[in-house]
């Protein structure tokens, strides 16, 4: 079955270290996106990507990182930068345009 | 900028009770709008969408309608069931430059409903 693998489901990080959070997709979708939800909060843009080699800040970019290498892969760092990282992330993609955005299953990110 | 305010939660519920879970939109030109459901642990699951002033999106006996003149798009639901316990999330597809399509969603902040046996 086609979709979104994110992985680690859990990650914890050490204060002033970096940590990659994994996406992966097998829909041959062109657009990936990385969103950030807190407690009561709605899903925050943190960065996207239209096509391969290229991306964008979403309205929450600082302190993180993207490369879009493949199509099929847009991984996230949290950079030392990031000062308050703990939080749900989650993947998606789409194909573009209007249409639906398909979401992976999330990592949850703690701080040790 | 575009915004999407969607009703404060939790809702709770008996089972077999009517839902209205109540969304408003603010947007230039005519976005594409969604409702999207999240069970606890999980990542968000396309519900429901309209395309355009009128549709109706219609999914598992959940129903929203694409109204321009209010700027609203309520979920609705005639009987709800346990199994339907989840936070709702209503969506619009931001417009870039000249009114295409970017491919950003602008979520609300997410309604919680608990349905009680």
């Known amino acids: 079955d086609g979709g979104i693998t994110q992985s680690p489901k859990y990650l914890f990080r050490k204060e002033g270290q970096n940590v990659t959070l994994s996406c992966e997709q097998n829909?041959?979708?062109?657009?990936m996106y990385w969103y950030r939800q807190d407690p009561g909060q709605g899903l925050r843009l943190i960065y996207y990507s239209q096509i391969v080699n290229d991306f964008q800040k979403g309205d929450i970019a600082e302190g993180y990182s993207v490369s879009r290498e493949k199509k099929e892969s847009f991984p996230l760092t949290v950079t030392s930068a990031q000062k308050n990282p703990t939080a749900f992330y989650l993947c998606?993609?789409?194909?573009?345009?209007?249409?639906?955005?398909?979401f992976g299953d999330g990592t949850r990110l703690s701080i040790l | 900028g575009d915004s999407v305010t969607q009703m404060e939660g939790p809702v709770t519920l008996s089972e077999e009770a009517f839902l209205t879970i109540n969304c408003t939109y603010t947007a230039t030109g005519y976005p594409s709008l969604f409702w999207y459901v999240q069970y606890p642990g999980e990542g968000l699951q396309l519900l429901l969408k309209a395309t355009k002033a009128d549709d109706k999106g219609s999914n598992k006996g959940f129903e929203a309608t694409y109204r321009k003149e209010t700027t609203s798009f309520h979920l609705e639901k005639g009987s709800v069931q346990v199994s339907d316990s989840a936070v709702y999330f209503c969506a619009l597809s931001a417009l870039g430059n000249y009114g295409g399509a970017t491919n950003k969603l602008i979520f609300g902040t997410g309604t919680l409903l608990a349905v009680q046996p």
């Open positions: 998606a993609s789409s194909i573009g345009g209007y249409q639906p955005q398909h």
């Open positions: 829909l041959n979708h062109d657009a």
